[in-house]
């Protein structure tokens, strides 16, 4: 059995480190340290990635915290994935050029799926992973203020088949919880997607979560809460990373 990777995540409001209870942003808890400190002790415990998603731009038209992706891009070798406000070409173009490994995109793979597939075919599949971000079986987008009726697997499918090789999937329900991933949800798209690399996002709170996670065959896990409240500890990061 390999063992999930696992992705520490950074959401950010007005330059700050948040967390949300299922993408309230009247639920957010701030923390005091900078986000390029979380990013640099993150670097230092071991993770080699970072889930960096721009809560401002995901509820706007485009990218807002340049200036902290910036600043982590150039201070650390964290390999950063971003999303939020990944709403056009241009956008995708300066996030990648400001050092971001891959972008997310969700919103706009609903509004405007042709922009989406250009993206593919500009960057490369490698570059481009598609954000998937379910409530009561629907796909939110707009920072998760608008739920969409869609058929999740043909909306999947369809983009399967255009080029997309990446998705990260959250169950909105789970996410800030700390209740444990939604494991019945990912073997669905396991079965259903087998050539789909996945990352499963939200609910993870501890060490046998990961465990869980890893015994169903899925490559990746962003952990945010439970990293930001200690139920996932340094030294539990330590072992599980040298154990991988």
């Not at 390029?36 to 993770?47: P, V």
Request: negative net charge.
């Amino acid at each position: 059995m390999n063992r999930v990777e696992i992705i520490p995540a950074m959401d950010i409001i007005d330059g700050k480190c948040v967390r949300l209870k299922m993408g309230d942003y009247l639920s957010k808890t701030e923390y005091t340290y900078s986000p390029l400190e979380q990013a640099i002790k993150f670097e230092e415990w071991g993770f080699k990635s970072l889930h960096l998603v721009d809560l401002d731009g995901a509820k706007g038209s485009g990218p807002v915290n340049l200036s902290i992706l910036k600043a982590i891009a150039s201070k650390t070798s964290l390999k950063i994935e971003f999303g939020g406000g990944v709403k056009s070409i241009e956008a995708a173009r300066t996030l990648l050029s400001a050092g971001v490994e891959r972008v997310v995109v969700g919103s706009l793979s609903v509004t405007n799926p042709k922009v989406v597939i250009k993206m593919v075919e500009e960057f490369g599949e490698d570059k481009v992973v598609l954000g998937v971000d379910i409530m009561d079986g629907k796909i939110a987008i707009n920072g998760w203020v608008d739920k969409v009726v869609s058929d999740v697997n043909l909306f999947i499918s369809n983009y399967v088949s255009q080029g997309i090789r990446r998705i990260v999937c959250t169950d909105i329900s789970k996410d800030g919880m700390m209740s444990g991933p939604s494991v019945d949800l990912y073997i669905k798209l396991i079965n259903n997607f087998p050539e789909l690399d996945i990352t499963a996002s939200g609910g993870v709170s501890s060490i046998n979560d990961l465990e869980l996670l890893s015994k169903i065959e899925i490559r990746r896990a962003i952990v945010g809460k439970a990293l930001y409240e200690g139920q996932i500890t340094e030294k539990d990061i330590r072992r599980w990373l040298q154990n991988e």
